[in-house]
């Protein structure tokens, strides 16, 4: 099973393959094929009712043509297991196997008629396949060759030069006719199973690659955290949500106090250090159901649903603690002091968008800092700044 989901893995990142690694893959469609199409010839002309149904010396010349083009295709495929390492990127072998697949392909459609099934289903799944996988010139030019080649073969059986389909014996009884639906079902079916296999696998690839190029749009590269796009965006739809369900919701704003000084003395990278300890220990301070981006440089803003002012400010203290517990040390051992000063504000029924309450927290977030830093402070509509020790248990370092 292991195994399995290895081998999808593979066949799903299929996309990143060099150009001969595709060719090569394209003649391990293709050559299976012809063995396919040439024990199927084997079959057919050893039943004793062959003569009702297939006409058998056309069909034994078709199983040299398929002997032939088996050994031409071993031969590029040696030539790219010679390449595969020497020159991956070797454009004109990905060409070469596709002008051997298509053009060997419409060939042997004729003899069963190029207007069949199994040539509508290669003709319809392999340009698509071919676009997705393979180099897209080679692929046009592929299928310009095929589709001149079924051109010319479809014309010349049109004008009489040529017989349609010279292997058949056209039907005359309902067991022929089984017959050839069965073939042609067979010749059809590993075109079927692979292409949906294949595009089934290559979907869902792109699909975890896309969740995955979402997820770091929304992530700031050096915490891990919401970027400053992603938050305001959650903080957002926290609006949407605590004006719908009449919910108060609280905007922390904190900035990591004198964090110039930290790069200054201590050098960038462990003031990089100081924002991951920061950024983690504000992610474990919060609940579920709360949020917390990184606003800015040094600046984090959190996002507290369904919390009015006494709960919210009891979080910033909880993360203010929490901060000003932190140990980080500098690359010579030195504890590095952490502190950080907190606006917090709620969102008011008179802000035209939760940017208004940003800029509230924003300014008491100076005030903060103004008032000797690591401290919170409260700043609501309407009611102006509130002081500390209005909310229960509100110690200040
Ligand atoms: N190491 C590191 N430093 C950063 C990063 N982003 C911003 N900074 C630094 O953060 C510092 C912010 O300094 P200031 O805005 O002057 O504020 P401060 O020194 O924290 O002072 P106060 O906010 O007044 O306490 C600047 O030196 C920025 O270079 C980052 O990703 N990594």
């Not at 799944?125 to 996988?133: E, N, Q, T």
């Not at 897209?136 to 349609?164: E, N, Q, T």
């Not at 009884?173 to 042609?184: G, Q």
């Amino acid at each position: 099973m292991r195994r399995l989901t290895v081998w999808r893995k593979r066949i799903a990142a299929a996309l990143e393959w060099s150009p001969v690694d595709k060719g090569l893959i394209l003649m391990a469609m293709a050559i299976p094929l012809y063995l396919q199409y040439f024990l199927w010839s084997l079959y057919v002309i050893s039943r004793p009712d062959s003569h009702s149904l297939v006409h058998t010396e056309v069909v034994k010349r078709v199983m040299e043509v398929e002997l032939l083009l088996i050994a031409i295709g071993s031969l590029i495929v040696i030539a790219g297991i010679f390449l595969r390492r020497r020159r991956p990127d070797y454009l004109p072998f990905q060409h070469a196997t596709l002008q051997y697949y298509s053009l060997s392909l419409v060939l042997m459609s004729y003899s069963i008629g190029t207007l069949s099934f199994p040539v509508g289903i290669v003709l319809l799944g392999a340009p698509i396949f071919g676009f997705i996988l393979l180099n897209r010139r080679a692929v046009w030019w592929a299928a310009a060759s095929a589709f001149s080649l079924l051109m010319a073969l479809s014309y010349a059986a049109a004008s009489g030069d040529i017989p349609y389909a010279p292997s058949k014996v056209p039907p005359a009884s309902s067991h022929a006719f089984t017959f050839w639906m069965l073939s042609e079902l067979f010749f059809a079916a590993p075109f079927l199973i692979l292409i949906t296999f294949m595009a089934d696998q290559m979907l869902t690839w792109w699909r975890d690659r896309e969740d995955q190029i979402r997820e770091l749009s929304r992530r700031d590269g050096l915490t891990g955290l919401a970027n400053r796009r992603h938050i305001l965006s959650e903080a957002d739809a926290a609006t949407a949500r605590a004006r719908r369900d009449e919910q108060p919701l609280a905007v922390v704003i904190l900035d990591l106090d004198h964090f110039k000084r930290v790069n200054d003395s201590h050098g960038h990278g462990t003031g990089d250090r100081v924002l991951k300890a920061s950024a983690e220990r504000l992610s474990a301070a919060l609940r579920a159901g709360d949020s917390v981006g990184r606003y800015g440089g040094e600046e984090f803003l959190l996002v507290l649903p369904n919390t009015d002012a006494s709960e919210a400010h009891a979080v910033a203290e909880r993360c203010r603690l929490s901060l000003q517990a932190l140990i980080v040390h500098n690359d010579q051992g030195l504890r590095v002091p952490v502190t950080a000063s907190f606006g917090l504000t709620l969102l008011s029924p008179t802000d035209s968008s939760v940017n208004a309450a940003i800029g509230r927290a924003d300014e008491a977030l100076y005030q903060a800092k103004g008032h000797g830093r690591n401290r919170v402070e409260t700043l609501l509509a309407g009611s102006g700044m509130v002081p500390s020790d209005a909310f229960s248990k509100a110690p200040q370092a």
